[in-house]
């Protein structure tokens, strides 16, 4: 790129990932371009940042001035309150979709297992489907768990198909909440009539009022929290098991030269589960040894390398913006990729190493890798088959290999079930419940970190540094997805992490050993934060809804659509929800303010935004400490 006259990533700006640091060195040096030099060369359009232009027609695109939001309006009349409301009100939609859509295949399997048309998967965890039902009013006396299965998966249909009423999972929202989203008319009737709702409001010359729209916005959002990816999580858990806290290895060290390498990235966890299994084949297993590799490695990467490392302590090789520099180590053999944030940038680079880039989804082909389709009814061809290719790569890699021989250890699989249990069986029992200790002032709060990491801010940064200040201050921190593996890079997901906690939060740490941060999976498991609170207000003591909770969330090195969904319904639900990096709205204009404080007023929680980790700390330990004031325990 800088012999072209182009801008490149200054290495030690756009990264505290060591290992990616040394793979972005090598990159250079092998005269190859990955996100962080292409971020570098590419600026933010000014005017998109702040969502200031609109294509919703071709009398268009027309942009506004953000310095002077109301100075204009668009060809048709569009206002910037107009304008904004309808582009967020699309990424929401976007983000809501992309889980449903999600959430909707794993239904689809979990139907096939329960009628025995799929074989390959199980349920797992007949426990948790029997609790489901019950919580669901399903009927269970004498009903055979296949029974339970179909009647359940009948029942959760509706979260995605139903087109009046309310979904599902309604059921679980405390009372007082659901009452406040009546009262504004934001409980979801399904996720498709809601997705398409948008789609067809933002519409150009149809819904031009921002506080309609918002509502929209904040349905759609519910659809997806409360909806498709309560669903994914729920039934995962029924299939593949509930986490449990488990020992993983994480950082580019999980990679080893003397082994066949398979990554899989993505989001679905059939495709990780039946690689499992493959990778464990003995006949498989012997083809390898043949060609001289000592064994069969398989790693994770992103959001279904979380879950995978959450569920079983499956080795995790790096968050979002490793899934290029990991290939310039030049030892992957195969990368299989699913759906959702997979840069088609791999493709180059895989082609620089030899690596074979295998698109296995058919909602995700990628111009120049190869797709093997992945088909639940006989998953074990699709995984075999990469395997197979990851073998013939191994014994003829032709590269030179290089992998940083870093290794981070830590503990992960807390879901919110054995949060419950690991603190007493009952968030108020008399051993380290939450609650009380809440209550007594030894936790202060909690606090959701999560999502995504963006070239944009230094990768993994904002994230370690929001997080050590938020535990300093005796606050416990949850986390998912990327901004799980950041924490766990820092050395900071196992229970010696808790000499960093404030002495409230230490010494919960140290009677119930475990770490101040707790790791529950992928980005779609972000609605375990929610059935987590959820038993927070069930358990009492802490006010009588979601926003009622000293609780923040936060999002600090954001970038994709499915992000603004997840903050938008921990924002409906209640919650005061940060983002870093930037926001895509003008400030003080009547859709921000709304949403930075006027969704408040209404019952909900509201936005905020900074670039800065100790800003946002603050500005999360301000909103916990308002909310113990509101509930008399600030003393
Ligand atoms: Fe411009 Fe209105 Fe068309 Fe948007 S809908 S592009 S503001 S004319
Ligand atoms: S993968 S949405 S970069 S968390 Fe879920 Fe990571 Fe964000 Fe994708």
Known sequence: ??????????????????ATGRMLEKARRDGVVVAFDRAADMKPCPIGAESACCKMCYMGP?????????????????TIDTIQSRNLARMVASGS?????????????????????ITDYTIKDPYRLEALCVELGLEIEGKTIQEMALDLAEELEKTYTQTEGEIPFMKRVPAK???????????????????????????????????????????????????????????????????????????????????VNVIVHGHEPNLFESMLVSVSDPALVQIARDKGAKGINLVGMCCSGAEMMSRHGVPHAGNFMSTEPVLVTGAVDAMAVDIQCIQQGLVKTAECYKTHLITTNPRCHIE?????????????????????????????????????????????????EYINYMLGGSFRSSYAPLNDNIINGRIRGVAGVVGCVNPRVKQDWVHVELVKELIKNDVLVIQTGCSQIAL????????????????????????????????????????????????????????????????????????????????????????????????????????????????????????????????????????????????????
Not at 1 to 17: H, N, R, S, Y
Not at 106 to 115: Q, R, T
Not at 196 to 222: P, V
Request: with cysteine.
């Open 488 to 635: 766990a890079k820092a050395g900071l997901t196992v229970p010696e992490a808790a000499h960093l906690a404030g002495p409230g939060l230490r010494e919960v740490c140290e009677a119930v050993g475990m770490p101040p941060i707790l790791g529950l999976g992928s980005c779609v498991d972000n609605t375990r934060i929610l059935t987590a609170a959820t038993a927070m207000v069930n358990q009492g003591g802490l006010g009588d809804c979601l926003a009622d909770l000293p609780v923040a969330g936060a999002a600090p090195e954001w970038m994709s659509e499915k992000a603004v969904a997840i903050g938008q319904y921990f924002v409906a639900s209640g919650v005061y929800t940060v983002f870093g990096v930037g926001f895509p709205t003008v400030k003080d204009t009547k859709f921000h303010n709304l949403l930075f404080g006027g969704l408040e007023e209404q019952g909900l929680g509201k936005w905020g935004v900074t670039k800065d980790p100790y800003e946002m700390a603050a500005m999360m330990i301000a909103h916990i400490d308002k909310k113990r004031k509101e509930l008399g325990i600030d003393k």
């Open 62 to 78: 027309c942009r506004l001035n953000a310095r002077d939001p109301y100075g204009k309006v668009g060809v048709c009349g569009a």
């Open 97 to 117: 979709a992309a889980h449903n859509d999600h959430g909707m295949a794993v239904l689809e399997l979990f139907k096939g297992v329960a009628n025995g048309t």
């Open 177 to 259: 909440t659901l009452e406040t989203w009546r009262k504004l008319d934001i409980v979801p009737r399904g996720a498709m009539i809601e997705v398409m709702g948008i789609m067809s409001r933002t519409h150009m010359g149809c819904d031009q009022h921002y506080e309609n729209i918002t509502k929209a916005i904040s349905k759609t959002a519910l659809a997806d929290g409360w909806g498709g990816s309560m669903v994914a999580t729920e039934l995962g858990d029924i299939m593949f098991g509930t986490p449990s806290p488990v020992q993983a290895d994480v950082n580019f060290g999980v990679l080893k030269e003397d082994h």
């Open 368 to 416: 120049g890798a190869r797709h093997i389709e992945f088909e639940e009814h006989s998953p074990r061809e699709c995984t075999d088959e990469i395997v197979t290719l990851a073998i013939a790569r191994f014994a003829n890699r032709g590269v030179d290999i290089e992998i940083p021989q870093i290794v981070n250890k830590g503990i992960h699989g807390f879901s919110h």
């Open 1 to 18: 790129l800088e012999k072209k006259g182009k801008k490149v990533a200054d290495i030690k700006d756009v990264t505290t990932c060591e």
